[in-house]
């Protein structure tokens, strides 16, 4: 009788299916979120191009253009949104202004520091990390156009391993508006403050 259980193979397959089945669906769960994630990662970039060449003509309207945004990704994502604060338009006069305003690094440290001079771009007579304006600026201005959507993921998947239930996504493009008026510039000047 011993004999005869220790040689029944009968159900050994549906006992290693059962131990391999939940790493498999696991699997195959992360691979598909994976896809998707960078279908509407996809869609997203392409519509915020889009947007942004959209923003650059003179009275362009900015709002109907980040409805279409959000119009074109929620074609594949259906409850997507914007994260809060977003989309987020920032105008630099020059290309080269889209970085921390210049200052003259008198201990090293690479932070700017009272006494240390500094190049006011934007003339608000203190040093930004970020010196440009919000909004789409005027005519030759550099804009840095930023949006941010979230939605819900497709599995439960994220629950399982601990994550949040939503994606988040952020695409960003830079473009410079036409030339369609002349260009409001002032020179910057320097602060020893």
Same mark, same amino acid.
């Given at each position: 009788m011993r004999r005869a259980i220790r040689s029944d193979a009968r159900g050994a397959a549906?006992?290693?299916?059962?131990?391999?089945?939940?790493?498999?669906?696991? /699997?195959?769960?992360?691979?598909?979120?994976l896809a998707? !994630?960078?279908y509407i990662r996809a869609i997203l970039t392409g519509a915020v191009e889009k947007a942004g060449r959209d923003s650059t003509i003179q009275g362009a309207d900015i709002d109907t253009i980040d409805d &279409?945004?959000?119009? !074109?990704? !929620? &074609? @594949?994502a259906p409850r997507a949104s914007f994260s809060t604060g977003f989309p987020l338009r920032k105008s630099y006069t020059k290309f080269g202004y889209i970085q921390p305003e210049p200052f003259t690094d008198l201990n090293g440290d690479g932070v700017r520091q009272t006494g240390e001079c500094y190049t006011d771009?934007?003339?608000?007579?203190? =040093?930004d990390a970020d010196p440009g304006s919000n909004g789409a600026g005027g005519a030759s201005d550099s804009v840095v156009y930023t949006v941010t959507i979230n939605y819900p993921r497709l599995f439960p998947l @994220?629950? =399982?391993?601990? =994550?949040?239930?939503? !994606?988040?996504?952020?695409?960003?493009?830079? /473009?410079?508006? &036409?030339?369609?008026g002349t260009q409001a510039v002032t020179a910057p000047a320097t602060v020893c403050l």
């Open positions: 549906a006992i290693e299916f059962a131990l391999v089945v939940p790493f498999l669906l696991l /699997l195959i769960m992360g691979l598909c979120e998707y !994630q960078g &279409q945004v959000l119009t !074109q990704v !929620q &074609q @594949a771009i934007n003339n608000n007579k203190s =040093w @994220a629950a =399982w391993l601990g =994550w949040t239930g939503r !994606q988040v996504l952020t695409a960003t493009t830079t /473009l410079k508006n &036409q030339p369609y």
